[in-house]
């Protein structure tokens, strides 16, 4: 009986060769346009089950990566979900708006830009999502984030039968997200602001504090008359210090507070 096994001769470089093989193969394997689409993302095949004639359903499983707002109007949709659909384009490409976003903070970097997909026909009839994404900045096409928001009513997707209606929807969508989001940032830089301030205040109180305990530590070992004299105003001035300190940090705080940023800071 022929024991001889070919794998035994040369071994270690036969096994390195079969394993760059095989790591070949598998990378050829993820190159496939099927690959990605299939194994993207793990329990990629539960989102159709939450596609229904009227959409995501409210309900549907975190994993799915569906996350209506508190309103209940738009939510946040990973862009796993929207890839397996059509992509028709921006809002302003489909009808004219004169625009191409809307800026959504205070600084005029980044903007919100309607945008609209289609879903496979139900009873031949299209089917369309308005939404917007985010861009770094005007103009710009490089979308980044793993979340587009697409429109809602009463926390489920919503439909239109034609692609200028979703473009108009989409629009009005990122202009109205665009403002309430352009507003906060205005109120979070005005609050950084005053943090800011509150901060520098805190280090001055605390530099007065060391330097008023200086000054006592020193009244108490009974200098002379004219020593005394001198310390009684560097312990006057450091309480002055104290004062102002005090003062600083409570109107940061109460402008904190009137932006409604006290969470935030």
């Known amino acids: 009986m022929n024991r001889f096994d070919p794998l035994h001769v040369r071994a270690p470089s036969r096994l390195a060769r079969y394993k760059a093989a095989a790591q070949k193969s598998a990378t050829d394997q993820r190159r496939r346009p099927d690959f990605r689409k299939k194994y993207a993302r793990p329990g990629a ?22 996350h209506p707002f508190k309103d209940g109007r738009a ?11 059509r992509d028709v384009g921006d809002a302003d490409a489909i009808v004219s ?13 980044e903007t919100y830009r309607g945008h609209v997909w289609q879903l496979p026909a139900r009873d031949r009839a299209p089917r369309y999502v308005a939404g917007y994404v985010e861009h ?24 239109f039968d034609s692609k ?29 602001e005053a943090d800011s301030t509150r901060e520098d205040a805190r280090e001055d109180l605390s530099a007065a504090r060391a330097k008023g305990a200086v000054v006592i530590a020193a009244l108490r070992e009974e200098p002379g008359p004219k020593a005394r004299g001198v310390l009684v105003l560097a312990l ?22 009137e932006l409604e940023m006290a969470k935030e800071f």
């Not at 770094?136 to 439909?159: F, I, W």
């Open 45 to 66: 095949w539960k989102t159709v089950r939450w596609i229904t004639p009227h959409g995501l359903g409210l309900n549907a499983p975190e994993d799915v990566g569906f």
């Open 75 to 85: 939510a946040n949709v990973a862009w796993g979900i929207v890839d397996g659909w």
């Open 97 to 109: 708006l004169l625009h191409r976003g809307w800026y959504s903070d205070a600084h005029e970097t």
């Open 136 to 159: 770094q900045s005007a103009g710009d096409d490089g979308r980044h984030g793993g979340y587009v928001v697409l429109s809602c009513e009463r926390g489920r997707l919503e439909m």
């Open 164 to 192: 200028e209606d979703a473009a108009r929807a989409a629009d009005s969508l990122a202009e109205s997200r665009a403002e309430t989001d352009r507003e906060y940032s205005e109120r979070w830089h005005a609050a950084s």
């Open 236 to 257: 006057a001035d450091a309480r002055e210090s104290m004062r102002e300190a005090i003062e600083k940090i409570e109107t940061a705080r109460e402008r904190i507070a």
